[in-house]
């Protein structure tokens, strides 16, 4: 079955640092990959996709079919980054998105 | 447009009651998944429901159902409640099934007791 993990349940950079927030997955096929940010006391949303290949508030991901990543990395953190944030893989089309367990990014000012 | 919404917010229950969550999805949207998510186990996928039927299914024991109204409106149901059922109840909704891209309701806090 295929599985998401995350293996940092907290992570802590300084405001203006680089961060990096890891992901790999276990899957044998070319699934489609996401991540998705929890700020505090607000919903669950989507903040990027990898078919899109797009950056979005200066976070970018990039899949790594060799090592099966989806580390998502931003090179300067900014304190409105601190957030809860889910790297997700849906194995083919239409099929159900499965959660890692996510990690708590704190970003110190 | 209006996000998702899910009643109730918070409840609170006893073992062995039933327990009926309802969650409207974003105007337009069609497709409705379901969520639970506990402290241990992170978000877990209960099913999805796509033009009533439901379209994908976790690995949740027979307790756990759901149906999708022709207005796509989504309720779902667990039955003989145990206090390991205690968990916040995510509903997301689609545009489509099979997207990947969900739009979260806050959520449905369940406490059994």
């Known amino acids: 079955a295929q599985r998401v993990t995350q293996p940092e349940k907290l992570l802590s950079v300084f405001k203006g640092a680089p961060v990096e927030l890891k992901c790999n997955y276990s899957?044998?096929?070319?699934?489609?990959l996401f991540w998705y940010v929890q700020y505090s006391r607000q919903r669950l949303q989507l903040l990027l996709r990898?078919?899109s290949r797009e950056s979005i508030k200066g976070f970018t991901a990039d899949l790594n079919k060799g090592e099966t990543s989806f580390h998502l990395k931003k090179p300067f953190a900014q304190e409105e980054d601190s957030a809860m944030y889910y790297c997700?893989?849906?194995?083919?089309?239409?099929?159900?998105?499965?959660f890692g367990p996510g990690t708590s990014l704190s970003v110190i000012p | 447009k209006a996000g998702v919404t899910q009643t109730p917010r918070y409840l609170i229950k006893t073992r062995g009651q039933q327990v009926t969550l309802s969650c409207s999805p974003i105007?337009?949207?069609?497709?409705v998944s379901w969520y639970q998510q506990t402290p241990g186990q992170g978000l877990q996928f209960l099913f999805e429901?796509?033009?009533?039927?439901?379209?994908n299914k976790g690995n949740f024991p027979g307790r756990f159902s759901g149906r999708q109204f022709s207005n796509s409106r989504s309720e779902m149901n667990v039955s003989t409640l145990e206090l390991g059922d205690s968990a916040l109840y995510l509903c997301?909704?689609?545009?489509?099934?099979?997207?990947?891209?969900?739009?979260f309701g806050e959520g449905s806090r369940l406490t059994v007791l």
């Open positions: 997301a909704s689609s545009p489509a099934t099979g997207t990947g891209e969900l739009f």
């Open positions: 105007s337009g949207h069609r497709s």
């Open positions: 990898h078919i």
């Open positions: 429901y796509f033009s009533e039927t439901q379209r």
């Open positions: 899957y044998s096929g070319s699934p489609e």
């Open positions: 997700a893989l849906m194995k083919t089309s239409y099929d159900k998105v499965i």
